[in-house]
Nanobody
């Protein structure tokens, strides 16, 4: 059974930091991409950052570049999202998601792994609240 469990959310003041964790099980970690998504109240869920298990490649949306860093611990099958210089507009429920990407090199584009419809498995989410 595939499982993704997020943790690390909380309440922080603007300018502060949080580190989110996504603990995974039930699949070959190296064959999957893990994405972090967020959904703010009244807004659609958006892709924030992803990491490919196949080659370790990462990308993030422009609004978090230089502030958020995605990384992985292969031994723990866990992906992290280090969030620094947090802003009130980062307030949202953060989700991690997983999708197998073996054999999909001809399908993946620069934006595919930011699209929630591409992912098969989701965690339950963790709330991040940034106060001004």
């Amino acid at each position: 059974e595939v499982q993704l469990v997020e943790s690390g959310g909380g309440l922080v003041q603007a300018g502060g930091s949080l580190r989110l964790s996504c603990a995974t099980s039930g699949f070959a970690f190296a064959d999957f991409a893990i994405g972090w998504f967020r959904q703010a109240p009244g807004k659609e869920r958006e892709g924030v950052s992803y990491i490919r298990g196949t080659d370790g490649g990462t990308d993030s949306i422009d609004s978090v570049k230089g502030r958020f860093t995605i990384s992985r611990d292969n031994a723990k099958n866990t992906v992290y999202l280090q969030m620094n210089s947090l802003k009130p507009e980062d307030t949202a429920i953060y989700y991690c998601a997983a999708v197998g990407i073996i054999g999909l090199d001809g399908v993946l584009t620069m934006t595919t792994l930011f699209e929630e419809a591409f992912y098969d498995y989701w965690g339950q989410g963790t709330q991040v609240t940034v106060s001004s």
